[in-house]
T-cell receptor, first 116, second 114 residues
Framework: AQKITQTQPGMFVQEKEAVTLDCTYDTSDQSYGLFWYKQPSSGEMIFLIY??????QNATEGRYSLNFQKARKSANLVISASQLGDSAMYFCAMREGRDGGFKTIFGAGTRLFVKA | GAGVSQTPSNKVTEKGKYVELRCDPI?????LYWYRQSLGQGPEFLIY????????DSGLPNDRFFAVRPEGSVSTLKIQRTERGDSAVYLCASSLKGGYYEQYFGPGTRLTVT
């Protein structure tokens, strides 16, 4: 079974609008961490935001927020006020275990296109 | 400060040859990770080092793949008898410690096996 599922291969958003990128995960651990990364066409992976399984509040980092719904096992990324520079691949990822384990499991990614 | 660096940025080799890919992590980072990213997919975990030792090498696909980190800093991923299916971008990341600490990624090495 896939651990991380990103069901949107591609998404379009108008500049200055908000967009939600979906991510669902599968784990039997009580302790885990969820991450979102951005990968522009240049190829580098850029960390965006982190949510711990025990965090009661949704994580926010500037224009990025993580809509964490633990019971539904979803960790959607919300980007507010989209900019042209947000066009990139976005990956949801998870680490499991009390100490974060060692593996980071990535989803297949969503390609975001921001239209002017 | 300097980020994670990887060399070479591109490597083209013939099927059956041996290759080494190098990763230079951020100074002071004790944790180092190798991933492989095939076209159109997310990165796939290969191996994790805590200091000099491989704490988890369960992602290495077979015994043709090996990685070392002899002094707890620079790491080398070694691939023997390369196959066309090994073609991918190999990413290295480091973090201050293991666990939930943020991972900083290098630019990757694009390996093409002809």
């Amino acid at each position: 079974a896939q651990k991380i599922t990103q069901t949107q291969p591609g998404m379009f958003v108008q500049e200055k609008e908000a967009v939600t990128l979906d991510c669902t995960y599968d784990t039997s651990d009580q302790s885990y961490g969820l991450f979102w990364y951005k990968q522009p066409s240049s190829g580098e992976m850029i960390f965006l935001i982190y949510q711990g399984s025990y965090d009661e509040q949704n994580a926010t980092e500037g224009r990025y927020s993580l809509n964490f719904q633990k019971a539904r096992k979803s960790a959607n990324l919300v980007i507010s006020a989209s900019q042209l520079g947000d066009s990139a691949m976005y990956f949801c990822a998870m680490r499991e275990g009390r100490d974060g384990g060692f593996k980071t499991i990535f989803g297949a990614g969503t390609r975001l296109f921001v239209k002017a | 400060g300097a980020g994670v660096s990887q060399t070479p940025s591109n490597k083209v080799t013939e099927k059956g040859k041996y290759v080494e890919l190098r990763c230079d992590p951020i100074s002071g980072h004790t944790a180092l990770y190798w991933y492989r990213q095939s076209l159109g997919q997310g990165p796939e975990f290969l191996i994790y080092f805590q200091g000099t030792g491989a704490a988890d090498d369960s992602g290495l696909p077979n015994d043709r793949f090996f990685a070392v980190r002899p002094e707890g800093s620079v790491s080398t991923l070694k691939i023997q008898r390369t196959e066309r299916g090994d073609s991918a971008v190999y990413l290295c990341a480091s973090s201050l410690k293991g666990g939930y600490y943020e991972q900083y990624f290098g630019p990757g090495t694009r390996l093409t096996v002809t």
